[in-house]
Every structure is written in structure tokens, then in C-alpha cells.
């Protein structure tokens, strides 16, 4: 409402009209209206008193009903009645809002909203109330306590808001613009300019925002866009409220007259059909406020804050009998307001008091009201006293069980010796997910135990895992009762605890003591991230697919080649391959073959990794075997020349994998057919006998490879499906072994473990007495162990265990096409010598390199980890020594371990999934040089993919030949995102807020600069990233980008994909080009150029090649300087001033 026209009284606060800011109360007012006592005969009887009863409530008619005081002496300045409960809401000048219950107007909750300023308007939703005052909006519950608190410019002079839907508002005032806040993220999305400022009243229909100014005029606006559709000019003064019903709009206000301002008695009514002015309503009241009451008929309720109120149809003419009046205790009324159900009306006077009035004895605030909670009374059990200094108390009063043995105080003092009682162990699912802050530790009720108590038990449990490295976990698809198994907490899943910093305070050295790269996991769909590093890790790929660039949009292959470029130059810290999975997500296949996860499946773990990881195993090999045919490319995108990779016939990736095949189909009639296949990995296919036979690896191995089996197949000599026996014989094996071991039931799961207890028992039974319990030496086998002819063969009985799996397989191709498979051990390599599997034809021995394994957890769904056995070339290259270590790789962590853990499955929560063996002195078979195929023409003018973009819309002037960049030239760099998933975060009990799970943010415009030439200060890049995944949210009042920006179909922007503008870039990082820009941290971890190292992110740009205004300006201890401030003052230029702008 616009206060502007009222009493001139009211625009300041007068000692004689608040006398509440005074230890003195109003003479109006009894001292001794607080204490609940009636007022004097002259007064008006306050605070929650019924009505006389000589005061008859007749239906229909409005009569008051009660009057209350809200807060001595400080003027009512809104009241709202709430729209899911029984309950009016009144704030106050003074910043204090309370709320009554019931038509009885009974105290329900009273607290402070803001300390100086008066509250504006109030606005009731499902699970709190809003309040708005100058330049604040508060969000609290209906109790006082705060949700959130969304501070404005203290600039703004807001009055009036409007709930356009459940989740957004529109806040209004005596400035130029309007605030569009998100309620969800509490965050101001959009800022809609009004041409004439002063919106102090706000309303809405089904076609129509309704904003009434300052200026007397009344504007309609578009419910989508908010531009200005029709405009009514009501006053030439000021209006003063305004309602809206059906096709009829209503004003009252302020005529401009000689002497001033004067209150216009004739109402202003609109035809919102025709858009024009029907006849003014004359009344006999000066209007303040007007509301429709439509019960039976649109009537209008016309309220002077004298305590006037008129009631008269908008059409019609007004009757002078229609007049009642209210009683203020003040002088004039300063709110108005009507319940949802239209049997209630609410006052507020100048004087702290509101009143009352139904047209019924028990109304209801709205038609459906839920119930309203209250505080529980303190409820204690007591029982009667006992005086123990009657002789005559019965002790009977004390109940004692009736027993015969000797009771606890007849025992003598030897036997009841105090001893302190050990306090329980904490559950060790409250260690899991618990939380901390500082020193205190947070974490849900896992509910395994009764409320507020504690069992103790008299034995201790046999514990030989430590509590905090080892959870319990139970077995996952099994019908019986499911046991306790012990995880080792390096195999628990890992997730990365956020704080206010982000990662910049996450200690990943915790995790990872070697100078191997992570990766990521909170990116979508990372649960390949093991199989990305068993691929990093086979040295023939690594150097093939870092010598792959093609011009595919979406090319996984040199998506995944500037993935390993990022593992190669990071130095123990984590990398993240969102790019990589970015492509990923849109291949079709990928969807097509159930590879991509929903964020809730992946949350709650719905989905069977161990399953997932073996389609995306044969998936990948299978992308990157066709993305390797395609070798017609532009000279600027093609890999290294003269390379052992290029082959005019097969991929590389078909060499190292592919696995040549016969498959004889043989018919009962005698037809035989024979077809020539190939296959890049086999799957392990079990027995069926349940006598627990004994089975070497090698013979199930060479039983799924040479798979013999009996299926109905098409017969051309007999012309139809006949029985047939089909047979698969093997012409050439495959550099690189890779077997899916199949284990999805507890069939699968029976035969490994069956198959691990007999292996054990052979090897204990061969080794016999040298089996130690531990890996304890005595001193005689140490020296026996350093002398140059002794060996010291003793196993420990923990690494036979579980152990079915061989270091070593040998195949053979015999002459009859018939292969061979038998199991390697270092026994047989000292029989035989090192070079004994090379000298005959057709031999080859191949080593276990990697095994991916599913770790079974019911609460998260589990995980994939993998063993690697990393070569000396990666060591020689990270640590500078040469030796082989197998590693654990969890995401993040990464952990030295001893050979036997990586063939050690225990099929109660270790289940392998994925084996990868490969030849001996593979790598010796190809070149592993590696040549950077990123070559100047990417800088050069490419085409742009909008169909509608122009020339004239250009932003930027490529570079030409004799431009391009040199070492040490300076680019300016600036970058701009959007949001795909929103950000997920939980609120502790402390009141803090922890993020789960960031939001993922895309690349959406990238603009370098030059730094130096005749050209100087004009861009040379200024795409515009085209993407198609959803954007939750452009960002547009920070970056620019607007809804249609991205879209290759309407866009009118310079649009070009992701891979083209992270070439032009890489480039620019490898000739050595120094980047200035604000925040460039945040803008290359987004672009996918950056990995954590340390207090300084290791970019893949070295830290000299940097000049970031962020650091440059930043004083130790001191918060970091906006780049609004720094442009301001050094440049006295205003950037984010607007959409516009940018």
C-alpha cells in the first residue's frame, strides 16, 4: 500500500501515537491492559475478550466478534489471515510479527521478524510464513524459527510481494524493477524492468499480473514474458489499493487537487473484457481500502481509516444504510484484510489493536483448514512422597521382588569390590556416516536399538579387525540369514565431504600416497572410473589412443586420449573425466545397452554394477575398435604419421584385443558350415556338475573359449531350424586377454568359492609344513634369502586363502587347431627357464594385469575397484625407479598391495567382475612414442553449427597466419557456465549445511582475447558451447546466456562443440601462451584443463603460464576480491549491471 497519501502522522514515528517506544502507555489505554483486566467505561475491552452479550452475531451480517492487542501502542502495518490453518498473522511498525488462533483470537506464537524496519506485507505457504520489510525477506515457521533470511540490496525499498506459484515470488517497491526469487534455492533468478516505478500493490489472475504504482496507474502484464499489456491511468494522485475479481477491477486513491492530495470518494471500475472504464462508484466514505467479498454476490467492501466500512455492488449504486463502523482504539486504521472463506475480517489501528468481525458466531478462516500444531504441556510422572521420618511408614510402599537368595548387600567386601563398567563399543554403522564438526561428530539413528538405551554386555567379543578400518556388511541376493563379513575400509566406497571451500580443503594425500592419479566419483555415471584406469595402465593403449584425434563431435576416443594426457602429467592428485562422460552419455548405444544411470539409481545403487561394468567393458572396446577405422581426416586432426598404429586394415584396438575365430555349425543331416569371426573379450561359462569337482582355471577358461554346444540352428541342405552342434575353434589369440567373469548368482558365487577351498587344500597339502601364519621371517631365512642360490618359497596361510585365480596362464595352438590352457606358476618358470614359452610356435604365456571386482554393500549398493599391476614404464615416469607393484584403485584412493590380495575374492562382499591378462613383453611389439596431433589450424575460422547466425553478429576476428600465438604471449581468458544438476545438500542438526553432491556445472561460452599486435584487446575465440544435455539453470544474470543461446536451431551465436574449442585451447596451453583472467581456477576445472595439487590447483597449464586477478590481488588472510570491486576500481567501469551489459 502506498502510505504516501495517508495521514501525514503515520510517515514518521510520533511520541504521542507510539507511545509503546515510551515507558508511558497511551491515555487511551488502562496501565493494567496487559494483566488482563477490562479497560475503563470509556475504553474498548482488548485482549482476547468475548463480545458482550447483549451483542447478538446475526448470519450474514458482519458484526464484531473479538478485539485483541497485537503489541501496546506500536501501529498494526499489515495483517494477513494464513491459508492452511486457523490463524491471522499481524506484523508490526516496530518489526514484530504475532499470530492468533482461532476466531477466539487466542496467542498463538510472537517473536521479532526485523529490529528496525516495519513489516510490508505477509505471505502464509505450506511450511512457514514470509515477511517482507525494506529491503528483507524472512522465511520462518509458524513457531519464530528461522528457514532462511534473504537479505536485498540496501538499496531497495520493497512493499508488496506476489506467490505466482509454489516455489517463486514476485517482489515489488518504490524501485524501477522487479525481483523474481526462486524459493527452492533462495536465489533471485530473474529482474524484470518496470517502466514506471513505485509497485506497491501486486495481484494476480488466470491472464494477468496486476501492479499498482505510486503513480496512480494500474498496469497489466504478460504472465510468461511480465511486459505491459494494458495500463489503466486511475488517479492523478496516488492510488491506495486496488482488488481484482472475475472481469471487474476496483481502485481507490488520491486526486491531485490545489491545496494537495485529497482522497477520491469515487471508485474507479474496469471491464477487463473490453479493457476500458465502466461508470465510477460513488461512496459515502473516504476509501482506503477495498476488498471483494464475493459470497453471493461480487459485493465490495470499502474501509476509511477513520473505521468507516461500506458495503456496495460495483455496478450498482451505494446505499448510506450499508455503513457500519469500527471501533478503533486508535485513531485510524492502518490494515484491512479478508479470509480465504469470506467470514472473517481483519482490522489493525494505529494503536497495537486488532479487530475481529464475522458474519457468524464460529466462522472459519478457510474452507479447509488442517490442524494446527501446539506445544505439548510438560507432562512428569511423580510419585507420592515418602517421609522417611515417620517410624511408622510402611516399607511396603517400595515394590521388591519376593526372593529367598542372599541379596547383593549381605555379600562380603572381597566379592563387591567397585569395578569400573566399560562403556560399549559404538555401532559401527554410527562410524560409518557419521559427520564431523570440529570435535563433535553427527550421525542418523541407524534404529538397531531401543530409545535412550544402552545394552552391556558381560563378554567381550572376539574383534580382530580394527572398529574404525572395518565395517560390517552382509551378504547381498542369499535366502538364509545373512552373516556378518568384515570389509576393509580401503575397499568402502569413497566420497568426498565437501565444505564452504568446495575441494580446496579436501585432503586427497590422505587417500592417495603415490604419485598416480585419481579420479572423481561425483560425476554421473563414474562407475567406470576403474575400468578407465585398467585401461591408462596397458601401455600399448595409452600410447594409441594419446596419437588418436579425429573430427567425431563425440569421439570417445579422443575424449579418453585427453583423459590419459591429464593422468600423465598429474602428480598424485585427482583427476575428473566429465568430458569424457559427457560423451559418453550421448552415444545411443550406450543408452541403448543400459550404460546410463539415472542420478537416483545411482544414489540408491539400484543398478547391479558388477553387470554394468562388464556391458561397459565389452561396450568401449567395441567403440574404440570402430573409432580406430576411421583414418580419412583433415591433416589438422590427424594423429601421429609413421606410427606402428596406423594400419590400412584392422585397428590397433583389433590387434591388441580381437581374437580370430572358426565357428563350425554341424547339422545332424552331415552339412557342415564354417564362419570366420572375431570377438575383443570372452565370457567365462561355468560347469554344471554339483559334486564339487575339482576345475583348474585354465580348463574353464578353455571351455568358454572353445565352446562347444548343442542349439537349433538354420540348415540349408535341409531348408529348415535343425538341432545342430555348434563348435568354435581359435585361429590367432589376442595380445590382450579379456575375460567377463560372469558371477551375477549365487550359483556363480558357489562354484568360486567351492573351487578357492579345494585349491586351498592342495596347496597346503603340497607345501605341507612351510605354510607360516604370517609373513614373519627368521633371521637364518633372511640370509637364506639374500644369498644368491637360495630361494625362500613360504606362503602364509592368509594369502592362500580365497585364491583360485592364477598369476599366469599358458595357451598353445596346436596343429589341429585345437588350443591348450594350463595354469603357469613361478615353479614351472624355474623349470623350464624364462624363455622356455617363446622358443616353440604358437606358445604364449600371459600375466594377470588387472582384476575389477564389485564390492557387495546393501546400504550404498556397492562399488568397483580394481588391481593393477602397474609396469615399470609408469613408475620410471612418475617415481623414477623401475619395478612392478600392484595397486588398489578406488576412485581417489589408490594404495599399494601385496600380489595375492588382487587374486583373493571372497565371495561374501569381493566378487570379481573383470580379468584382464596380457602377452610377456607385450610392450616390446609396439611403438610407444607419442606425438601431440593438436596442430595450429585448429586457431584458424571455422564454420559455426547455428543455422540462424550471421556475420554481422560476429563477436570476434579469428587469428590469421601471421598471428598466431608465441611462448610467453598473453591471452585473456574468461569463461562462462550453466547448470545441469542442481546442488544436493542436507541440513545437519547443528543448523549447518553439508553438501552431498555439487552441483555439475557445463561450459557454455569461452572468449580469449588479445594480449598484444595491432589487434590488441579484440577476441579471437567467442564460442558458444553447443550442448545436449538439460540445463536446469543458464545462469543468465551472471553469464548472459538466455534459453535458446546453446540450441543450434535458433541460436543466432557463434555455436561450435566442446572438443573444438578444448583443442583451440590445448594448443594455446602447449606452446606456452600466459592466460589472465579472474577465477581461472574454477573456469579450466570446468573446462575439464585442471587437476588438484596442492594449495594451487596443477593446472595442465603450468603454474607460470597463469596471471589470475584472483591471487594477484589477494592479501594473506583476507577474503578473495570480486571482480565487480576490482573493475570498479582500477577500470571505474560496472560490470553485471545487467543482462544487457554482457
Not at 485483541?68 to 499481524?90: C, I, N
Not at 524496519?117 to 517482507?132: A, M
Not at 502484464?221 to 471487474?248: C, I, M, P, Q
Request: contains cysteine; proline residues 5%; negative net charge.
Amino acid at each position: 500500500m502506498n502510505f504516501e497519501g495517508l495521514d501525514p502522522g503515520l510517515a514518521e514515528y510520533a511520541p504521542a501515537m507510539h507511545s509503546a517506544l515510551d515507558p508511558v502507555l497511551d491515555a487511551h489505554l488502562n496501565p493494567s491492559l496487559l494483566q488482563n483486566v477490562e479497560l475503563d467505561p470509556e475504553g474498548v475491552a482488548l485482549e482476547a475478550l468475548p463480545v458482550q452479550e447483549s451483542v447478538h452475531i446475526m448470519e450474514g451480517v458482519y458484526s464484531e466478534l473479538h478485539s485483541v492487542v497485537a503489541e501496546v501502542g506500536v501501529p498494526v502495518s499489515v495483517s494477513h489471515f494464513d491459508l492452511h490453518e486457523e490463524m491471522l498473522w499481524v506484523g508490526s511498525h516496530g518489526g514484530h510479527a504475532t499470530s492468533f488462533f482461532g476466531p477466539a483470537l487466542e496467542r498463538y506464537s510472537s517473536f521479532q521478524v526485523n529490529g528496525s524496519d516495519d513489516i510490508r506485507q505477509i505471505q502464509s505457504l505450506e511450511n512457514g510464513i514470509l515477511f517482507l520489510t525494506k529491503n528483507n525477506l524472512k522465511y520462518m515457521a509458524r513457531g519464530g524459527l528461522i528457514i532462511f533470511d534473504y537479505l536485498l540490496d540496501e538499496n531497495e525499498d520493497m512493499h508488496s510481494l506476489l506467490l505466482t506459484d509454489s516455489s517463486t515470488l514476485l517482489v515489488g517497491g518504490l524501485q524501477n524493477h522487479i525481483l523474481e526469487i526462486d524459493l527452492n534455492t533462495v536465489q533471485e533468478t530473474q529482474k524484470y524492468a518496470v517502466e514506471t516505478p513505485g509497485v506497491t500493490i501486486m495481484r494476480q489472475t488466470n491472464r494477468f499480473f496486476f501492479c499498482g504504482h505510486t503513480s496512480g496507474k494500474v498496469s497489466l502484464r504478460d504472465l510468461r514474458t511480465f511486459k505491459v499489456e494494458h495500463e489503466f491511468d486511475a488517479f492523478s494522485g496516488s492510488l491506495s489499493d486496488f482488488d481484482v475479481h472475475g472481469n471487474l477491477l476496483a481502485a481507490c486513491g488520491f486526486s491531485s487537487r490545489l491545496t494537495g492530495l485529497a482522497c477520491d470518494r469515487f471508485l474507479k471500475v474496469y471491464d477487463l473484457r473490453m479493457m476500458r472504464a465502466i461508470t465510477p462508484l460513488q461512496v459515502h466514505v473516504d476509501p482506503a481500502f477495498l476488498r471483494f467479498i464475493p459470497t453471493y454476490t461480487s459485493r465490495l467492501a470499502i474501509i476509511s481509516q477513520s473505521g468507516q466500512c461500506q458495503f456496495c455492488e460495483p455496478t450498482g449504486l451505494a446505499n448510506p444504510a450499508d455503513i457500519f463502523h469500527v471501533n478503533p482504539v486508535g485513531p485510524l486504521l492502518m490494515t484491512f484484510d479478508v479470509s480465504a472463506s469470506k467470514q472473517a475480517l481483519a482490522f489493525g489501528d494505529s494503536e497495537g489493536c486488532v479487530h475481529l468481525w464475522t458474519d457468524s458466531p464460529e466462522p472459519s478462516f478457510n474452507p479447509y483448514s488442517r490442524e494446527t500444531e501446539f506445544a505439548l504441556p510438560c507432562l512428569v510422572d511423580s510419585l507420592p512422597p515418602l517421609d522417611w521420618s515417620q517410624d511408622l511408614l510402611p516399607l511396603s510402599l517400595i515394590p521388591v521382588p519376593l526372593t529367598t537368595d542372599t541379596l547383593l548387600s549381605d555379600w562380603p567386601a572381597a566379592n563387591s569390590a567397585p569395578a569400573p563398567r566399560r562403556a560399549p563399543p559404538v555401532d559401527a554403522e554410527i562410524l560409518r556416516t557419521m559427520k564431523k564438526v570440529g570435535f563433535i561428530g553427527y550421525a542418523p539413528n541407524p534404529r538397531t536399538k531401543l530409545r535412550n538405551q544402552i545394552p552391556y554386555r558381560l563378554k567381550e567379543s572376539d574383534s580382530e579387525f580394527d572398529s574404525f578400518s572395518q565395517v560390517t556388511e552382509s551378504p547381498v541376493g542369499r535366502e538364509e540369514e545373512p552373516h556378518l563379513h568384515m570389509v576393509s575400509k580401503k575397499y568402502r566406497k569413497v566420497t568426498i565431504k565437501y565444505s564452504k571451500l568446495g575441494l580446496e580443503d579436501f585432503d586427497f594425500k590422505h587417500y592417495n600416497k603415490t604419485l598416480f592419479a585419481g579420479l572423481e566419483p561425483h560425476i554421473p555415471n563414474a562407475y567406470c572410473n576403474c575400468m578407465i584406469q585398467v585401461l591408462y595402465f596397458l601401455e600399448p593403449v595409452r600410447c594409441l589412443i594419446q596419437n588418436h584425434l579425429c573430427q567425431k563431435e563425440f569421439c570417445l576416443a579422443c575424449e579418453l586420449g585427453f583423459l590419459f594426457h591429464m593422468l600423465d602429467l598429474s602428480r598424485g592428485d585427482p583427476c575428473q573425466g566429465s568430458n569424457f562422460l559427457r560423451a559418453f552419455r550421448t552415444i545411443p548405444e550406450a543408452s541403448a545397452l543400459g550404460l546410463i544411470l539415472a542420478d537416483s539409481d545411482e544414489a540408491s545403487g539400484k543398478g547391479n554394477l558388477a553387470r554394468l561394468i562388464q556391458r561397459w567393458n565389452r561396450f568401449i572396446l567395441t567403440q574404440l575398435h570402430q573409432d580406430m577405422q576411421e583414418l580419412e581426416v583433415p591433416q589438422a586432426y590427424r594423429g601421429a604419421g609413421g606410427s606402428s598404429f596406423c594400419s590400412s586394415g584392422d585397428s590397433v584396438i583389433g590387434q591388441l584385443f580381437s581374437c580370430e575365430m572358426e565357428n563350425c555349425s554341424l547339422c545332424r543331416c552331415g552339412s557342415e558350415t564354417v564362419r570366420a569371426s572375431s570377438t575383443l573379450l570372452f565370457t567365462l561359462s561355468y560347469p554344471d556338475d554339483k559334486i564339487g569337482k575339482n576345475y583348474d582355471f585354465a580348463q574353464v577358461l578353455k571351455r568358454s573359449i572353445c565352446l562347444d554346444q548343442n542349439t537349433q540352428a538354420w540348415c540349408d541342405n535341409c531348408e529348415k531350424y535343425q538341432p545342430t552342434i555348434q563348435t568354435r575353434n581359435i585361429r590367432h589369440l589376442p595380445d590382450i586377454l579379456v575375460i567377463n567373469c560372469e558371477v551375477n548368482s549365487s550359483k556363480e558365487a558357489d562354484f568360486w568359492r567351492m573351487q578357492a577351498e579345494v585349491a586351498f587344500k592342495i596347496a597346503v597339502k603340497k607345501h605341507g609344513g612351510e605354510i607360516s601364519k604370517n609373513k614373519e621371517f627368521a633371521l637364518a631365512d633372511w640370509k637364506e634369502l639374500g644369498s644368491p642360490e637360495g630361494v625362500l618359497v613360504c606362503p602364509s596361510i592368509e594369502e592362500l586363502k580365497n585364491v583360485w585365480l592364477p598369476f599366469s596362464i599358458r595357451m598353445k595352438m596346436t596343429k589341429n587347431k585345437g588350443l591348450d590352457v594350463c595354469n603357469w606358476t613361478d615353479g614351472d618358470e624355474m623349470q623350464w627357464g624364462p624363455a622356455r614359452a617363446e622358443e616353440e610356435h604358437g606358445v604364449y604365456v600371459y600375466d594377470l594385469m588387472a582384476t575389477v571386482v564389485h564390492i557387495l554393500d546393501s546400504r550404498t549398493g556397492g562399488s568397483l575397484v580394481a588391481h593393477i599391476k602397474v609396469g615399470e614404464t609408469y613408475h620410471q615416469r612418475k617415481e623414477g625407479v623401475t619395478h612392478q607393484q600392484w595397486y588398489l584403485f578406488n576412485d581417489f584412493l589408490i594404495e599399494p598391495i601385496d600380489k595375492h590380495e588382487a587374486v583373493q575374492f571372497d565371495m561374501n562382499w569381493k566378487v570379481p567382475a573383470i580379468l584382464y591378462y596380457v602377452k610377456r613383453n607385450l610392450n616390446s611389439r609396439y611403438n610407444l612414442n607419442i606425438k601431440n596431433p593438436i596442430e595450429a589450424s585448429v586457431l584458424l575460422a571455422e564454420a559455426s553449427l547455428a543455422r540462424k547466425q550471421r556475420k554481422t553478429h560476429t563477436t570476434f576476428i579469428p587469428l590469421m597466419l601471421n598471428e598466431m600465438p608465441q611462448i610467453g604471449d598473453l591471452v585473456g581468458l574468461d569463461a562462462e557456465f550453466v547448470t545441469l544438476n542442481e546442488e544436493e545438500a542436507e541440513l545437519r542438526s547443528d543448523g549447518t549445511k553439508s553438501t552431498i553432491k555439487p552441483s555439475q556445472m557445463s561450459v557454455a561460452r569461452i572468449t580469449c582475447v588479445r594480449g598484444q599486435g595491432p589487434n590488441e584487446g579484440i577476441p579471437f575465440i567467442d564460442d558458444y558451447i553447443s550442448t545436449q544435455e538439460q540445463v536446469v539453470d543458464y545462469l543468465t544474470q551472471y553469464s548472459g546466456i538466455k534459453p535458446g543461446d546453446l540450441d543450434a536451431k535458433i541460436s543466432s551465436k557463434h555455436l561450435t562443440t566442446l572438443k573444438s574449442t578444448y583443442l583451440k585451447l590445448r594448443f594455446l596451453i602447449d606452446i606456452g601462451v600466459k592466460f589472465v583472467g579472474h577465477g581461472l581456477q574454477k573456469d579450466f576445472r570446468v573446462i575439464n584443463l585442471m587437476v588438484w595439487q596442492g594449495s594451487f590447483k596443477s593446472l595442465l597449464v603450468p603454474k607460470d603460464q597463469v596471471l589470475d586477478t584472483v591471487y594477484l590481488f589477494h592479501m594473506p588472510r583476507k577474503r578473495m576480491i570480486s571482480l565487480r570491486f576490482l573493475a570498479w576500481y582500477f577500470l571505474d567501469a560496472a560490470v553485471f549491471s545487467s543482462v544487457l551489459a554482457l
